[in-house]
């Protein structure tokens, strides 16, 4: 698979404290990947890193086989890496429609207004109410959803299950299997190791800001062990 983002000893700091001790990791192109691990290990840190809102860093980031360290982290989005991040970010003053067109297409490939209404039919339903207005489940679809019209070609999400009813992780779930059908490449950080096991096609797993291992979805009964000792699940 040809990778799309590389990472190569990425190491990240908050001030003086050093937080991400040497990451390596990689994304095929088209791949959906999760990362596990305990509250505080790195793994936020990690994803904004990647996309260059923590800038006190070492170590190489590629994406496409552009180096990412000279690129500013207005211009992330150009590159081709859209990010959902745990707070999610949403305009509370502005609809669901008027959130949906507030960013800008920089390249072809994202979805129409139709494609985002039939993939999340809830937003269609809510589009003229305002963010003020929606639950935290709408909110997520709504933040993952504006990412889909700019034409970004991967996709970070951080934390996207935390804190929501059942049945709308399992719409999201759906929602993600969907645009790995359509070629979209996803990186997230995920908690819920149950929900994860039905999405990710690999794992990394995260200790002490750094990837501890590597492993595709059809060895996670061998890894369980591991898991429950790291994870505690």
Sequence with gaps: MTPLLQVSNLNAWYGES?????????????????????????????????????????????????????VPLHRTAHVGIGFVPEERGIFSTLT??????????VAEGGMSLDEIYEL???????RASPGTKLSGGEQQMLAIARILRT??????????????????VQRIGEVLKKLKERGMTVLLVEQNFR???????????????????NFPVGELPGRMDMLHKVLGV
């Design 151 to 168: 034409g970004v070609k991967l996709l970070i999400l951080d934390e996207p299950t935390e804190g929501l009813a059942p049945v709308i």
């Design 18 to 70: 050093h937080v991400l001790h040497g990451v390596d990791m990689t994304v095929g192109e088209g791949e959906t990947i999760t990362i596990l691990g305990r509250n505080g290990v790195g793994k936020t840190t990690t994803l904004r890193t990647i996309v260059g809102i923590i800038r006190e860093r070492k170590g190489e980031i590629r994406f496409a086989g552009k180096d990412m360290a000279s």
């Design 96 to 105: 669901v429609e008027e959130n949906l067109m507030l960013p800008p297409v």
């Design 195 to 213: 929900f994860a096991s039905r999405i990710a096609d690999r794992f990394y797993l995260m200790e002490h800001g750094k990837m501890v291992a």
């Design 120 to 126: 999340f039919p809830n937003l269609k339903e809510r």
